[in-house]
């Protein structure tokens, strides 16, 4: 009836489920941080300031930026204080008018072009290559006085690294715009590649994601925000800061985008981080961005070609996570990829990520993170090639997988009928009597 990171693998690509310490749990309960309230007078509560201004320390260092501010409560959020930052930047130099384009790759998460509509910016789509990474050509031809900013996600929903992000950040750089970073793959980065260090302006970090605190049924999250120095004034207050007599909440910044969360950000998961962060240390950070890496290509490698195919640079490793293509067997035998998750459920294991990204047909997007062991990963690969060597094979196991999940509490549904406006149902008042 449930499942959860303490019950097995969760390998949600671009999601990033890895299990959360226990150790993160009981300190994140500590009954003087729990029982905080936000209306305190700062003196009285200068432990957890002095955690959060640390963290935002941590994190700037981590990223690469200057100054970081904890107030986002999520990733997608991180995204839209990003955006706005660019609007408040360019409005302040006078170009709001003409400088109202960015630049977003085909393979983008889905809440980047989002965000930047919401910000007010016309999306300017950046195709991929055949390798699967942004089109630099394509770039050369699309950048313009117009370019408000780029945002980008490396690595990239493929898991691939870009290659040419140096001259990508420099061909933005000298039109005039900003580089904005989507911080939901750093966890292939860690201790080895900051986003600061490749031309980025802007970074938000999925603490709920990269650095293991708890996520999920839509929150709790965190997306911080850092920046480089240029922009440190517009970033959402309150910021955490320090002076001769202690840590303080300031609300002061010049050019303020202003409040984006009530009081002062999620700081239950605020503080998961920052244990799980002191804890690993660079070193431990670094060996994070390892490990994830390679459980991702052990995982890929063991994984039948024929069944699942792998789209762009066949040859490139990937990152900490990889998309692979179920089109063989919806092409061999009619079995799609929605029918190859779901029976995965049967099995008692978790779903991967599917139809994202958008540019892979019948997309199954796989990321196993760190902190799954061999025998996780073994048992995973072997379920995935059971369940396509049937759907090839057996006739009868055939309809049983388009049928799936089988063995749980609520079958196949109708997907079309359950979110179509005329039979969905919204308030448990209008459920029909049986």
Not at 3 to 17: A, N, Q, R, Y
Not at 63 to 92: C, H, N, W
Not at 104 to 128: E, L, Q
Not at 362 to 377: D, S
Request: glycine share 8%; net charge neutral; proline share 6%.
């Amino acid at each position: 009836m449930n499942f959860g990171v303490d019950c097995g693998m969760f390998p949600l690509g671009s999601c990033t489920m890895k299990y959360n310490p226990k150790v993160s749990e009981r300190l994140g309960r500590n009954r003087g941080l729990i029982n905080a309230h936000p209306h305190q007078p700062e003196e009285s509560v200068q432990g957890l300031l002095e955690i959060l201004y640390n963290l935002s320390q941590m994190l700037a260092e981590i990223t690469g930026t200057d100054k970081v501010s904890l107030a986002p409560a999520a990733g997608a959020q991180g995204e839209f204080v990003g955006a706005l930052i660019m609007r408040a930047y360019i409005r302040d130099k006078g170009e709001l008018e003409t400088r109202d384009e960015m630049l977003v790759p085909d393979s983008a998460h889905g809440t980047n072009p989002a965000s930047a509509a919401m910000a007010g910016f016309k999306v300017v789509k950046v195709p991929s290559n055949r390798e699967g990474q942004v089109d630099i050509e394509s770039v050369k031809e699309k950048v313009s006085e117009r370019t408000a900013g780029m945002m980008l996600t490396v690595p990239n929903t493929l898991g691939l690294f870009e290659r040419n992000i140096i001259e990508i950040t420099r061909l933005v750089h000298d039109a005039g715009g900003l580089m904005y970073y989507d911080g939901a793959n750093m966890n292939a980065l860690l201790g080895r590649v900051r986003a600061g260090d490749m031309g980025f302006d802007i970074v938000h970090i999925n603490v709920h994601k990269t650095f293991s605190t708890p996520h999920g049924g839509g929150g709790p999250g965190a997306g911080p925000v850092g920046v480089v120095s240029k922009l440190a004034d517009y970033l959402p207050i309150p910021t955490v800061e320090r002076r001769s007599r202690g840590y303080y909440l300031n609300y002061v910044l010049a050019k303020s985008i202003g409040r984006v969360k009530g009081f002062h950000g999620n700081i239950g998961v605020l503080l998961r981080a920052y244990v799980y962060i002191s804890m690993l240390g660079s070193g431990g950070l670094k060996k994070v961005s390892e490990q994830s890496v390679l459980a991702s290509n052990y995982l890929l490698k063991q994984l039948d070609q024929n069944a699942y195919s792998l789209p762009y640079a066949e040859s490139t490793p990937r990152k900490h996570e990889f998309v692979v293509s179920c089109q063989p067997l919806k092409d061999k035998a009619g079995v799609r990829t929605m029918e190859i998750a779901k029976s995965l459920l049967d099995e008692g294991v978790h779903a991967p990520t599917t139809y994202f990204p958008l540019i892979v047909d019948e997309a199954l997007m796989v990321e196993p993170t760190e902190t799954e062991p061999f025998e996780n990963l073994d048992q995973y690969a072997n379920i995935l090639n059971q369940t396509a060597r049937a759907a090839l094979t057996d006739p009868v196991a055939r309809l049983r997988i388009t049928n799936a999940p089988n063995n749980t509490a609520v079958s196949k549904l109708d997907e079309v009928k359950a979110s179509h406006p005329a039979t969905l149902v919204l308030n448990w008042r209008k459920i029909p009597k049986l």
